[in-house]
């Protein structure tokens, strides 16, 4: 499962990605296709299939996958216009890779509701 997962293969270097952000936890990387100016996802290098699957043991998983998100979001300068952190979860929300990630997405005005 986690030898052909497309981000546990970013995470052991095998598929490259620009890095923005890693620790022994969590990784950050830009989206290869992305939405917006700012567009970065952050992953658990533990491999989870999506949020779904998160429980009270990932209590500090989640909150340093947040924290890596709100860094990111500072360091591409788009903290003070705002910025969206979305997971999609399973096939009605679009999720496309079986690896929980949230998504970064800052720099332009961003619609809502989501499309
Ligand atoms: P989802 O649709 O599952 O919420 O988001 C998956 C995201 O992964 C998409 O935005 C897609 O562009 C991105 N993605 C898919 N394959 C790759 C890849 O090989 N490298 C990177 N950096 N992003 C990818
Ligand atoms: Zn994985």
Same mark, same amino acid.
Do not use: C, K
């Given at each position: 499962m986690t030898e052909t997962c497309l981000f546990c293969q970013i995470a052991r270097g095998e598929i490259p990605a620009t890095i923005v952000h890693e620790d022994d936890h969590v990784l950050a990387f830009r989206d290869?296709?992305?939405? %917006?100016p700012t567009h970065v996802l952050v992953i658990p290098?533990? =491999?989870?299939?999506? %949020? %779904?699957?998160? %429980?009270?043991? =990932?209590a500090e998983l989640l909150a340093a996958m947040f924290d890596v998100a709100n860094g990111v979001a500072v360091a591409d300068g788009v903290a003070e216009t705002g910025y969206r952190l979305v997971v999609n979860v399973g096939r009605d929300a679009g999720q496309s890779v079986d690896h929980l990630h949230l998504h970064v997405l800052g720099g332009r005005r961003l619609a809502w509701p989501p499309g």
């Open positions: 290869v296709n992305p939405q %917006a290098r533990e =491999h989870l299939s999506s %949020a %779904a699957d998160l %429980a009270s043991e =990932h």
